[in-house]
């Protein structure tokens, strides 16, 4: 089983629609997460930290399940500039997921 | 401004001729690493650092080297290049392993 897994999509969604990936992880030791964006091969840039509680950011929620191991992030009301890769990252290493590319359409 | 660059961009090159990409970062950051990137495979980590001199394999650290005796600065070195280490390069660094990284643009790299 990988370390981190992602869902690689494609997700095609009209403008508008909310959106939710999911990542799942291996290691229960793990501490430290994050979604990064990446834009056609560009570099990745951080999107958000994930917080134990959750924590939202405008349109983007995300949320944490150590009991199922598992990260979420959900957008709100796509938007065209949305479309992108989106990167889970697990724990302390840094362990990338394979992404998950959303594509919205207006 | 804070920001991590790479050089070069682009490189095309044979097989076997060595070669080395640099890495830069001037935010002070103690950790940095480098990464490829392969359609459906994500980002692998290559090597890491945690500090000036301490380096550690990461994932596919195989066919590469590193070096790290500046703390900005963190090559990587491809002593004999071959076809299977066409891909796109980043390099990364951040205060700590669990702390929020920064990329470098990239280094898009085919051996032939």
């Known amino acids: 089983r990988k370390e981190v897994e992602q869902d690689p999509g494609p997700f095609n969604v009209p403008e508008g629609a909310t959106v939710a990936f999911n990542c799942t992880y291996s290691n229960s030791a793990s501490q430290s997460f994050f979604w990064y964006r990446q834009d056609c091969r560009k570099e990745p840039k951080l999107l958000m930290s994930v917080y134990s509680s959750g924590n939202e950011d405008g349109r983007f929620t995300a949320q944490l399940n150590r009991a199922s191991q598992y990260i979420s992030l959900l957008i709100r009301d796509s938007k065209l500039s949305d479309s992108a890769t989106y990167l889970c990252?697990?724990?302390?290493?840094?362990?990338f997921g394979a992404g998950t590319r959303l594509t919205v359409k207006p | 401004e804070a920001q991590v660059t790479q050089n070069p961009r682009y490189l095309i090159t044979v097989t076997g001729k060595k070669l080395t990409v640099t890495c830069s970062q001037n935010m002070n950051h103690e950790y940095m690493s480098w990464y490829r990137q392969d359609p459906g495979l994500g980002l692998r980590q290559i090597y890491y650092?945690?500090?000036?001199?301490?380096?550690d394999k990461g994932d596919v650290p195989e066919g590469y080297k590193v070096s790290r005796k500046e703390k900005r600065n963190f090559p990587l070195i491809l002593e004999s290049p071959s076809p299977n280490q066409t891909s796109l390069y980043f390099c990364?660094?951040?205060f700590g392993g669990g702390a929020e990284q920064f990329f470098g643009p990239g280094t898009r790299l085919t051996v032939l």
């Open positions: 990252v697990v724990n302390y290493d840094m362990r």
């Open positions: 990364a660094s951040s």
């Open positions: 650092s945690m500090n000036v001199e301490v380096t």
